[in-house]
């Protein structure tokens, strides 16, 4: 069974820095690309970054382009996603999404339950 | 970046009744690559279908998706309680994947 399960999410003020996790099971990490993908309270989904399998490039919203970074451990099975200069408009859950293949199609078949961002004074 | 619009806003209907919601891109849709996905209260996104038309895993016959190009449809042939939720498109074949604002399917 596919398992996505996300951590670190916090309350955090603005121009500050946070760490996600999300630890995957159940099927061959280092063969599929990752994203995640963030949901602001009461409104819809946005896309925020992508890793292929290879990790060789990584993908970004415009609006976290230059303040976020995805990363992935193969080893331990875990995504992450750095996120600096935070601001307000960054609150939100953030998902774990697995995508269908290695790169290039961010159709997402797997979604983690989330974990919530704060960013508030 | 391709902009999606989904209507109506909320839909409101009883069980048994057939749903149909819309999802209109600003631009066409490569190789129609298309997908919805349902979200219920607290729960995260669940894949329905994808390329338009194919059901993913677990989706119920009662659910079908089509269109092509610009204009997409999910309909639901004769709603369950368990099928109010709100519904969500998404093009994955341009970059920036994007969504639509969703759908709210809520029990008249």
């Known amino acids: 069974e596919v398992q996505l399960v996300e951590s670190g999410g916090a309350l955090v003020q603005p121009g500050g820095s946070l760490r996600l996790s999300c630890a995957a099971s159940?099927?061959?990490?280092?063969?599929?690309?990752m994203s995640w993908v963030r949901q602001p309270p009461g409104k819809g989904l946005e896309w925020v970054a992508g890793?292929?399998?290879?990790?060789?490039?990584?993908y970004y919203a415009d609006s976290v382009k230059g303040r976020f970074i995805i990363s992935r451990d193969d080893s331990e099975n875990t995504l992450f996603l750095q996120m600096n200069s935070l601001r307000a408009e960054d609150t939100a859950i953030y998902y774990c999404a697995k995508e269908v293949g290695k790169i290039g199609v961010p159709l997402f078949d797997y979604w983690g339950q989330g974990t919530p961002v704060t960013v508030s004074s | 970046e391709i902009v999606l619009t989904q209507s109506p806003g909320t839909l409101s209907l009883s069980p048994g009744e057939r749903a149909t919601l819309s999802c209109r891109a600003s631009q066409s849709v490569k190789n129609n690559y298309l997908a919805w996905y349902q979200q219920k209260p607290d729960q995260a996104p669940r894949l329905l279908f994808y390329g338009a038309s194919s059901r993913a895993t677990g989706t119920p016959v009662r659910f079908s998706g089509s269109g092509s190009g610009t204009d997409f449809t999910l309909t639901i042939s004769r709603l369950e309680p368990e099928d109010f939720a709100v519904y969500y498109c998404?093009?994955?074949?341009?970059?920036?994947?994007?969504f639509g604002q969703g759908t709210r399917l809520e029990i008249k």
């Open positions: 890793i292929p399998d290879s990790a060789a490039n990584t």
């Open positions: 998404q093009q994955y074949g341009d970059t920036p994947t994007t």
């Open positions: 159940g099927f061959v990490f280092n063969s599929y690309a």
